[in-house]
């Protein structure tokens, strides 16, 4: 009866008697976990030899591998429960890249940082989106100075990401380290853009200003005692370092067209100008475009000293466009006018300038030369009423020059003759009776 009785009873399956103890060693691995890893690592080691196709086991020992700080396993167990259950690959490969990641922050801590970079690498290849694994490799690439590959590695995570205030500053220090300083700043800048709060970018970015101002000292030490080469290029080192800084750029002008480098002194001072957005209330502004039009004027004079007159006026033009109230202006174009024997020209920049200033004794004498000399050129036109005017406004001008009024009595002279002609013409015709009323008309005039 016994045996008839234990022969109806089913007897647990090998599976269901492996799961029920796999089950139990769970439980106690979940206690195990919180307060004693080594011992859930025991635990699921036997675990494992009862099933060793059992991807949550291995995904559990890698914790427990990882809550004892013993990285190498925990990745090596995490591995192998991707292998038996790469449905879960999201899940797996995100705790692979943060082991990996865990590791290598160890192993830089250890001065280990070559193998270092190889964990950041390997936590970049499970989750390659990611901005801080790919910033603590590009920082152990800096401790290893491979700055090429640090530079390469932030501007392609610059592409992916574009708004990573981390790798601004990142590449601000590298280049920093390279004496690149206003890419550091510029980079120092657009991290302090996306991140206000960014000490480190607000750090760099003040280290960089502070050193701009001390070469602007040592210019500016060296521009007093007339080194003016030295001034520019301690001027320059200072907007390398800070390419924002206005006052920089009118001073580095400003040299630049005292030592007759007038194509660079324009380009300074045009750029400060749009770094104040021209802006004419602000007196920065004004400074740098009270520089640009003296830039103008020496400029225009060096051109006018080689002859080159029309590129002379071009660069006048430009000035008096942003200054009209300035005579030497007026008077150094008039003076290019005249060389190109545009007399009209000439005269109506010396009027001008004398409007401004009619004390000016020189620009008078201009405008005396030049109306003797349209008056002149009038006379041999045959044009004697005109010439009259002009000379007699050159002696108006300047009565102290005695060929105007030898020229004038030539005029007077030409015209008396002028006159007898025309009066016996005229009476001539009068006497003839021809055109009696139109003879009278033209007599009464010359008489």
Aim: glycine share 4%; proline share 2%; charged share 25%.
């Amino acid at each position: 009866v016994v045996t008839t009785e234990m022969s109806e009873i089913a007897l647990p399956t090998f599976t269901e008697i492996m799961e029920k103890k796999i089950g139990s060693m769970l439980q106690e691995v979940a206690e195990l976990l919180k307060n004693n890893p080594r011992g859930a690592v025991i635990k699921l080691t036997r675990a494992i030899a009862l099933q060793p196709n059992n991807a949550e086991l291995f995904r559990q020992r890698a914790e427990a591998y990882e809550a004892l700080s013993d990285y190498y396993p925990a990745i090596l167990n995490f591995r192998k429960a991707l292998l038996l259950r790469p449905d879960n690959k999201d899940t797996l490969t995100f705790k692979l890249a943060q082991v990996c990641c865990a590791y290598g922050e160890h192993l830089c801590e250890e001065k280990q940082h070559l193998q270092a970079l190889e964990m950041f690498k390997m936590a970049l290849e499970y989750q390659p989106h990611n901005g801080e694994y790919a910033l603590k490799r590009i920082m152990c690439l800096s401790v290893l100075k491979r700055y090429d590959e640090c530079i390469e590695m932030i501007k392609k995570q610059l592409e992916e990401e574009g708004t990573s205030s981390g790798l601004y500053t990142s590449r601000s220090v590298l280049h920093m380290m390279f004496g690149n300083n206003t890419q550091a700043f510029y980079d120092a800048c657009r991290a302090l853009e996306l991140d206000p709060s960014n000490f480190e970018a607000s750090h760099l970015k003040d280290e960089l200003k502070a050193k701009a101002e001390s070469f602007k000292n040592q210019a500016i030490a060296h521009a007093l005692v007339g080194e003016r080469a030295e001034a520019i290029k301690s001027i320059t080192s200072a907007i390398e370092s800070n390419p924002q800084g206005v006052d920089y750029h009118i001073f580095r002008g400003s040299l630049y067209r005292k030592t007759g480098q007038y194509d660079k002194a324009v380009d300074d001072l045009l750029l400060a100008m749009d770094i104040c957005e021209h802006k004419l209330e602000c007196s920065v502004y004004n400074m740098a475009s009270r520089q640009l039009i003296l830039t103008y004027n020496d400029f225009a004079i060096e051109c006018f000293s080689k002859q080159h007159y029309d590129e002379a006026v071009t660069l006048l033009n430009k000035a008096i466009k942003s200054e009209k109230m300035e005579k030497g202006l007026y008077i150094n174009r008039g003076d290019c006018f005249y060389h190109m024997r545009n007399l009209p020209f000439a005269l109506a920049d010396y009027k001008q300038a004398l409007e401004l200033d009619q004390c000016d004794w020189s620009i008078a004498s201009r405008i005396a030369v030049v109306c003797c000399e349209i008056g002149v050129h009038y006379f041999h036109e045959q044009n004697l009423i005109k010439a009259k005017e002009y000379l007699s406004d050159a002696i108006d001008y300047n009565p102290n020059v005695s060929s105007f009024y030898v020229y004038r009595a030539t005029v007077f002279q030409a015209l008396k003759v002028m006159v007898l002609l025309c009066t016996f013409t005229l009476s001539h015709a009068l006497h003839y009776r021809i055109f009696q009323m139109q003879s009278m008309t033209l007599l009464m005039h010359f008489i």
